[in-house]
């Protein structure tokens, strides 16, 4: 999902609409590889991952509410 077009754009960002659910699996990790990503929402058990390098989630913006357990990391 995450990852750098040809010629060097960002596509998480345009990979998921931003009011768009995100719900990670068991096991699963959302990598942002560095970019920046605006969903609607997040969740997730333990055992999930959200791994940013230097990137940035943003979370919220279709007003429900969530519970994400798992980890998020540089």
């Known amino acids: 999902m995450a990852g750098v077009g040809a010629a060097g754009a960002?596509?998480?960002?345009?990979?998921?609409?931003?009011?768009?659910p995100v719900t990670i699996t068991t096991g699963a990790t959302f990598d942002l590889n560095g970019s920046t990503a605006t969903i609607g929402s997040l969740s997730g058990d333990t055992g999930t991952r959200v791994t940013l390098a230097t990137g940035t989630?943003?979370?919220?913006?279709?007003n429900t509410g969530t519970t994400?357990?798992?980890?998020i990391s540089s």
């Open 10 to 20: 960002s596509v998480v960002s345009r990979a998921i609409p931003d009011l768009s």
């Open 57 to 62: 989630l943003i979370t919220g913006n279709d």
């Open 68 to 71: 994400y357990s798992g980890v």
